[in-house]
T-cell receptor
Framework: DQQVKQNSPSLSVQEGRISILNCDYT??????FLWYKKYPAEGPTFLIS?????DKNEDGRFTVFLNKSAKHLSLHIVPSQPGDSAVYFC????????????FGGGTRLMVKP | ETGVTQSPTHLIKTRGQQVTLRCSSQ?????VSWYQQALGQGPQFIFQ???????GRGNFPPRFSGLQFPNYSSELNVNALELDDSALYLC??????????????FGPGTRLTVT
């Protein structure tokens, strides 16, 4: 039973354009959501997060949107750069579950120069 | 400041054997979590250690066990290895209780292959 899903295994965009990565979840007990980026041979790196009491959080080129009624979140990267090419994971936490992250399966983003 | 380190980088074991993976947490971090990432999938939570005690466990059998030491480094032990245990094992540390509760810092992982 996958509680966090990323339905697009891969995404290819042109440099300078917007990248939109999507994530759906099923467990309404999740109250905090995170995006991680992973390069080959490295561990995941925290990118941006959002609390369930907000619907948007912005950090430079990265914006995360949360739609609680649809149980959907998305990560927007504008403008996309070739260095953004990596695997992106969304993850969720239940408030009473400590640091236990529930990850989606990941989306491989390729930004073409 | 030294980040999270894991050893070994790669490991090949035979079905039925036992394996120990090691993790050194980032300086100042007292919580260590372990994740299993199978090929093409996202990481799955195995368990977490806080101040040398198990503080949460995912859906993994008892043959997956761990330890945390007074310096907050940690070990993951897997007994009676199965082919499906082949995966990347990630360790993450966090400064729980310091206000950065949710941010976990991951090591590069140990790639385990079971033949």
């Amino acid at each position: 039973d996958q509680q966090v899903k990323q339905n697009s295994p891969s995404l290819s965009v042109q440099e300078g354009r917007i990248s939109i990565l999507n994530c759906d979840y099923t467990n309404s007990m999740f109250d905090y959501f995170l995006w991680y980026k992973k390069y080959p041979a490295e561990g995941p790196t925290f990118l941006i997060s959002i609390s369930s009491i907000k619907d948007k959080n912005e950090d430079g080129r990265f914006t995360v949107f949360l739609n609680k009624s649809a149980k959907h979140l998305s990560l927007h990267i504008v403008p996309s750069q070739p260095g953004d090419s990596a695997v992106y994971f969304c993850a969720a936490i239940k408030g009473n579950a400590g640091n236990m992250l529930t990850f989606g399966g990941g989306t491989r983003l390729m930004v073409k120069p | 400041e030294t980040g999270v380190t894991q050893s070994p980088t790669h490991l090949i074991k035979t079905r039925g054997q036992q394996v120990t993976l090691r993790c050194s947490s980032q300086s100042g971090h007292n919580t260590v979590s372990w994740y299993q990432q199978a090929l093409g999938q996202g990481p799955q939570f195995i368990f977490q250690y806080y101040r040398e005690e198990e503080n949460g466990r995912g859906n993994f059998p008892p043959r997956f066990s761990g330890l945390q030491f007074p310096n907050y480094s940690s070990e993951l032990n897997v007994n009676a290895l199965e082919l499906d245990d082949s995966a990347l094992y990630l360790c993450a540390s966090s400064p729980q209780g310091s206000g950065q509760y949710y941010e976990q810092y991951f090591g590069p992982g140990t790639r385990l292959t079971v033949t």
